[in-house]
């Protein structure tokens, strides 16, 4: 008989080889889904993580790469730092759907000025926009202590709806001939994101993807905030006998994670997507929660678990167009990512024993 028994203290071990084992566990079920579409797993596995690296078209992918992991990572370093300390934001699609509304309201609005403050300007918009979003449920759960899964979650689908009313309404190009759409960033070189070395992917997101790997891998070694931040998802009781205030806790967490969700919509907004869009919204926000976990809450992790997820982005697409596989079998195989992270992740905390007889 096979029964768990707690460990003394986290495997460091099975911490860091859970992922791995998460990844080859998707590999094999994903493999038997696509089977059972009639497509041979083999090969769909294959297009998905091996042709975007070595196939023929790899010297196009892999530039995609750093198109798809640049606002994934960002996404994901600001939610880890809420999970780590036991505040769950699951809202940033919402906070990245603003953040893209603020910076491309602020940019198309000084159309056709040619300026170089232009796309500062459109930054510090995004910033805010996902900002002042998340800050609607740390206030909600700081002053009568809702949840704050359910605000942010809600409040996705409250964006959304403003998103169609921008896309066809206070933000549509009045050139556009009356289709939904905002005017295209393009068209307009002073609020564009541009591509910083040609065919690489490189833009000013992914540039922004690595200063937040590296700020919150900073704040979480060296700095107060970060060792609060541990200290209240590891031990919230200690947490408060050492003089870490919740309110203010929550409050930071939060606004640091949509800030930087914001960004990500607005540097998607002004680059690779290029206008405000009805379809804009793509679930970064949501996949990126995949990514923190799979990234365990560590930001040099969430880097490589960012890229890791982008190609299945990137392989997903190629799988549909060249397999014939749907959309909907590859956002599964997403999910199963997260189910079997967070399956074999009781590795970390428990050991599988053998019983036999009658200590059984």
């Not at 998460?22 to 579409?37: D, H, K, Q, R, S």
């Not at 769909?44 to 640049?70: M, N, S």
């Not at 370093?77 to 999970?83: E, M, P």
């Not at 170089?116 to 202590?145: Q, S, Y």
Request: hydrophobic share 55%; proline share 5%.
């Amino acid at each position: 008989m096979l029964v768990l028994e707690k460990r003394p203290s986290p495997s460091r071990f099975w911490q860091y080889a859970t992922p791995v084992l998460a990844v080859v566990l998707t590999m094999i079920a994903g493999g038997m889904l696509f089977a059972l579409l009639g497509k041979d797993p083999v090969v769909a596995i294959r297009t998905i993580f091996w042709d975007p690296l070595f196939g023929e078209f790899a010297f196009y992918l892999r530039g995609q790469l750093l198109v798809k992991a640049g606002p994934l990572i960002l996404i994901a370093v600001g939610l880890s730092l809420g999970f780590r300390a036991g505040i769950w934001n699951i809202g940033a699609e919402g906070q990245y759907i603003m953040g893209a509304i603020f910076g491309a309201g602020v940019g198309l609005a000084a159309f056709p000025t040619e300026s170089r403050w232009i796309f500062p300007a459109m930054i510090v918009a995004g910033a805010f926009g996902g900002w002042l979003w998340a800050m609607i449920p740390a206030i909600l759960k700081t002053r009568f202590n809702t949840n704050e899964i359910l605000v942010s979650l809600m409040l996705v689908y409250v964006a959304q709806t403003i998103l169609s009313k921008a896309a066809t309404g206070f933000l549509r190009n009045p050139q556009g001939m009356g289709f939904p759409g905002s005017r295209n960033f393009s068209t307009f070189p002073a609020a564009r994101n541009v591509e910083l070395i040609a065919g690489s992917g490189m833009h000013w997101g992914v540039v922004a993807a690595f200063i937040a790997v590296i700020a919150a891998y900073v704040l979480l070694q060296s700095h107060i905030l970060g060792f609060q931040i541990k200290l209240a998802g590891q031990a919230p009781r200690a947490a408060r006998f050492a003089g870490v205030q919740p309110t203010r806790l929550v409050v930071m967490c939060m606004g640091i994670s949509g800030a930087l969700a914001g960004l990500a919509g607005m540097f998607e907004v002004s680059g690779p997507a290029g206008q405000i869009s009805i379809d804009f919204a793509s679930g970064y926000g949501f996949t990126a929660i995949i990514v923190a976990f799979l990234g365990r809450l560590n930001p040099l992790g969430i880097l490589l678990a960012g890229l890791v997820m982008a190609l299945t982005y990137v392989g997903g697409e190629m799988a549909s167009t060249n397999l014939g596989l749907p959309s909907a079998a590859i956002q599964a195989f997403q999910g199963m990512l997260l189910f079997f992270l967070l399956a074999v992740d009781l590795l970390s905390n428990y050991r599988i024993r053998l019983m036999k007889g009658r200590a059984a």
